[in-house]
């Protein structure tokens, strides 16, 4: 693992740990089975706080949203949705992109709370957007546990959100910009850069509290 993930990692923990309840971030929504969740668009942008030491780290360090996660929706041939997302291996063998279905995505064992948010797009936008994905998960890109935004031949789940929208002509971080300054200052984007963006629309939520 990154040493410098580490050193956040105790750092995230340790913040966490001394402003809110651990309990409340091992909620399992096992009941909900989601019935109310309209049906996704292609490119619909779907969030999840996680119950991961890397979700802590995420959240300690945005601070902004209850989201430490992001995956964006895909439509198959078949009209099923599946769900395409960057995010360190846990018991897989490789550490690329995933694609899997909502229930999955979400599923207690890896969320405490999701939620869905869209932005209009075109016909040929949300075209582009479904040949991105599918490159992307056909290339089997690695997670990027550098958070390099400047090297796109790895990807963390916000740099993979925001190169699908930059290749339909939309800057979904509306010119947002978020940054680690220790053990250095690097530029990152966490999912509560992307919900800066004004032109993002509330679908839907869990749990509602």
């Excluded at 942008?45 to 430490?68: N, P």
């Amino acid at each position: 693992m990154n040493p410098i993930f580490i050193i956040l990692a105790m750092l995230a923990f340790w913040e966490i740990s001394a402003v809110t309840p651990l309990d409340s971030f091992r909620i399992a929504n096992c009941d909900d089975d989601f019935s109310a969740l309209p049906a996704l668009n292609e490119g619909d942008l779907v969030f999840r706080r996680g119950k991961s030491i890397e979700s802590y780290v995420v959240l300690a360090a945005d601070g902004t949203v209850r989201y430490s996660h992001i995956g964006i929706a895909h439509i198959k041939d078949d009209g099923g949705c599946v769900i395409l997302h960057a995010a360190p291996a846990e018991n897989e063998p490789e550490n690329t992109v995933k694609m899997e279905p909502l229930k999955e995505f979400w599923h207690y064992k890896h969320a405490s709370a999701g939620a869905v948010y869209r932005i209009n797009l075109k016909a040929s936008q949300k075209k582009k957007i479904s040949g991105y994905i599918d490159r992307v998960h056909n290339a089997r890109v690695e997670f990027d546990d550098a958070y390099d935004l400047h090297d796109s031949s790895r990807l963390y789940c916000t740099e993979l959100v925001r190169n699908a929208y930059r290749g339909c002509g939309i800057d979904i971080l509306a010119g947002n910009m978020d940054s680690l300054i220790f053990p250095r200052r690097i530029p990152i984007i966490f999912p509560g850069t992307i919900l800066k963006n004004s032109k993002i629309q509330h679908i839907y939520s869990f749990p509602n509290n």
